[in-house]
């Protein structure tokens, strides 16, 4: 009896032996059968973005249940839909972005990003935050821009003015820039002269409107309160400007909310 129950043992421990093999070799196939369609056209596990930028891939042969996470949001953030991931590349910075499946990775990727080109790359001086110059000296505000945000309002915009039988505006990446940097010097003084003391216009010399906001979350209830106002809805309706850009500064205030921070510039 015993040496048969022994036996019995010994085969249950060989089939848990053998299952747990199949199990191994069925999760390396996963992991060898995983494809990640490259980010940005390139196969490279570095992924190099600016701030702001999006990007996106498709993972295939993982099955379901997967996940992609990254380990700094401040830094990039991941959104699925189906079997495509999009990357956002938020604020300069350094995060991994792992494909996950039952607490393993099946897949990382390093990504990398690096400030925007151009004026608003000058706001971005280290981790600490974006230095704004001031008529005394500077400040630093921390805090991310919202360009998702930012495009709903235009949108808006852009809408009205046709309802008002007037053109949507075009693009300026200079203007674009501008408002962002615009958008973030509002957070230290709300007003439409610069922090520095100079006028809004020192930015960029076809910038010629400005509307400002705060604390709004809603394009819609942004642009009507706009329009209620008589200075704020000349500019809507303006016949001079030809491209219209639109800032969204999210200013962190140090006990996890943000308070947005609104420029809406137009130019010519």
Same mark, same amino acid.
């Given at each position: =009896? ?7 043992? =010994? ?27 490259? #980010? @940005? ?77 151009? =004026?608003?790359?000058?706001? *971005? ?9 001031? @008529? ?32 949507? *505006?075009?693009?300026?990446?200079? *203007? ?13 003084? /709300? ?5 520095? $003391?100079?006028? #809004? ?14 604390? /709004? ?10 329009? $209620? ?22 200013? @962190?205030? $140090? ?10 510039? =137009?130019?010519?």
């Amino acid at each position: =009896m015993k040496r048969a129950e022994t036996g019995k043992n =010994m085969t249950g421990n060989i089939l848990t032996g053998k299952i747990r093999m199949i199990a191994l070799l069925a999760a390396l196939l996963v992991s060898l059968l995983v494809s990640v369609t490259a #980010f @940005a056209g390139t196969a490279s596990e570095t992924i190099n973005l600016k701030e702001g930028a999006k990007t996106s891939m498709t993972v295939s042969g993982a099955g379901s249940g997967w996940k992609a996470v990254s380990d700094n949001k401040s830094v990039v953030r991941v959104s699925k839909s189906g079997s495509t991931i999009t990357l956002k590349a938020v604020n300069c910075g350094t995060a991994n972005v792992n494909i996950k499946k039952n607490g393993r990775v099946l897949a990382s990727y390093e990504v990398n990003v690096t400030s925007r080109s151009g =004026m608003a790359a000058s706001l *971005l001086k280290s981790k600490a935050g974006y230095v704004i110059t001031t @008529a005394s000296g500077t400040k630093t505000v921390k805090g991310s821009f919202d360009e998702d945000f930012a495009e709903e309002i235009r949108r808006e915009v852009n809408e009205y003015r046709e309802s008002c039988g007037l053109d949507a *505006l075009g693009r300026d990446k200079n *203007l674009a820039e501008t408002a962002m940097i615009r958008a973030a010097e509002i957070s230290v003084l /709300f007003e439409h002269t610069r922090p520095d $003391g100079t006028p #809004f216009y020192s930015i960029y010399t076809h910038h010629i409107h400005e509307n400002l906001a705060c604390r /709004f979350s809603s394009a819609t209830s942004l642009v009507r309160a706009w329009q $209620g106002s008589a200075s704020h809805q000349a500019n809507l309706q303006s016949t001079k400007a030809t491209t219209l850009e639109i800032g969204v500064f999210r200013k @962190a205030n $140090g006990d996890g909310t943000y308070t947005n921070y609104i420029a809406l510039a =137009m130019g010519n």
